[in-house]
């Protein structure tokens, strides 16, 4: 007979995951039946319609889609645009002073301002260690607690859709990865601005087109 402990799933600890609804108790059924008859035809569960389960696609048709639960019922409410940018600049400004000092230091950056100068490799270089640092940023801090330094100074905090829970290491990359990748190449401010700033304009869930990729929406924390 083995002696090891019986295992167990792990607890889940994020404290920002919404919870299933509780059931209510079944009631029995007016006039002193039992609430185990069989119902007479036509009449349907003595208990109604049961809820539809927990979670699901927000995105989809099932629950929490179109006709569904609302999916930010349970969350804080969704973070204002104009201290999403704000955010987002506070953000743009730590890294972008990282970048300065590391192409400084390896030789990659490019300021000649004559055309007939300018070194294309080197501001390819640049832009692309921009972009990782960026995207390797992004991707830590959101999938860590929701929150880069902008956000969480603002008090805004990244979440999961479906369930409003801290998104996971995948998720954060693919949300950063769309937001960022642009700034290898060219339009990154462009690009950017576009990306950010389609939350101004989007219903009902105020999303980025990075949140939008990533199925996830940005709230109070």
């Known amino acids: ?15 920002f995951k919404k919870q299933p609804p509780q059931q209510p108790p079944h009631q029995p059924p007016q006039g002193g ?11 349907g569960s003595p208990y109604g319609t049961p ?37 987002r600049i506070i953000d743009m400004i ?12 390896f030789g990659t950056s490019e300021y000649d301002i004559d055309p007939d ?16 640092l960026y995207i390797a940023y992004d991707t830590f801090m959101i999938s860590k607690t929701g929150q880069t330094l902008g956000k969480k100074w603002l008090g805004m905090r990244v979440a999961n859709l479906n369930d409003g829970a801290t998104p996971t290491m995948s998720t954060a990359l693919a949300r950063a990865a769309v937001l960022w990748l642009p700034f290898a190449f060219c339009c990154a401010c462009i690009w950017t601005a576009i990306c950010g700033g389609w939350s101004f304009f989007d219903k009902p869930y105020k999303q980025g087109l990075h949140d939008k990729a990533a199925k996830t929406v940005v709230v109070s924390a």
């Open 1 to 15: 007979m083995s002696t090891e402990p019986p295992q167990y799933p792990p607890p889940d600890d994020d404290p």
């Open 33 to 43: 039946g039992s609430p185990y008859d069989t119902p007479p035809p036509g009449s």
């Open 51 to 87: 809820p539809p389960p927990y979670g699901g696609d927000p995105y989809g048709g099932g629950p929490g889609g179109h006709g569904g639960p609302d999916p930010l019922a349970g969350m804080p409410p969704l973070a204002d645009s104009g201290k999403r940018v704000l955010a």
């Open 117 to 132: 100068k300018m070194n294309t490799g080197k501001s390819f270089g640049q832009s692309l260690l921009a972009a990782v």
């Open 94 to 105: 730590l890294v972008g002073i990282v970048v300065g000092l590391l192409t400084w230091l």
